[in-house]
């Protein structure tokens, strides 16, 4: 099969209409930008971002409506994470606790903001629907890689009450 090429005029050799439409295109955002039409930055910490919809932020631990640690240590989220930026210490509920319906909570969980890829695989893999990935923070900074490495407390706080419509451990 033979192609025949398209015969170009001299105008077109010259590879001016390329260079005419990139530099009007150019001037059409220049002039939008002189008069104010297009903003292009945005003044961060006074100014916030529209965050879209589907934005999947940093992971964090939720608790139920009643305030209780919905966390049972099962440990999937740390076996899954591709870069292994969870850590659970699995440890045991008192028998005297009023919640003492589960075997184990969490004695000690972090996360590692650095190591984390945000992923999702941990929201997805949670039987309990404990840990979110929550656009609640987004910008991460610290003055150190230890202010970015979260403890249980800070991710619960953080990550607030989810409320569910199903109440697992409430008795019949």
């Known amino acids: 099969m033979i192609v025949k090429r398209p015969t170009l005029n001299f105008f077109e050799k010259t590879y001016l209409p390329g260079i005419l439409q990139g530099l009007g295109i150019t001037l059409k955002h220049f002039w939008d930008r002189v008069r104010g039409k297009t903003k292009i930055t945005l003044e961060y910490p006074e100014e916030k971002p529209q965050l879209p ?54 004695k000690e969980f972090f996360i590692d903001m650095t190591r984390c890829i945000y992923c999702g695989l941990c929201e997805e893999v949670c039987p309990e629907e404990a840990i979110f990935l929550l656009p609640k ?15 249980k407390k800070t991710l619960y706080e953080l990550g607030g009450i989810y409320a569910r419509p199903i109440k697992k451990w409430e008795k019949k």
């Open 53 to 106: 919809e589907g934005l999947r932020g940093a992971p964090l631990l939720v608790k139920d409506e009643e305030g209780r640690e919905k966390c049972v240590s099962c440990q999937l989220c740390e076996f899954i994470c591709p870069p292994r930026a969870i850590r659970i210490i699995p440890g045991e509920i008192p028998l005297e606790d009023k919640y003492a319906k589960v075997e184990k909570a969490p």
């Open 137 to 151: 923070i987004y910008s991460l900074s610290g003055y150190s890689r230890k202010e970015l490495i979260h403890d």
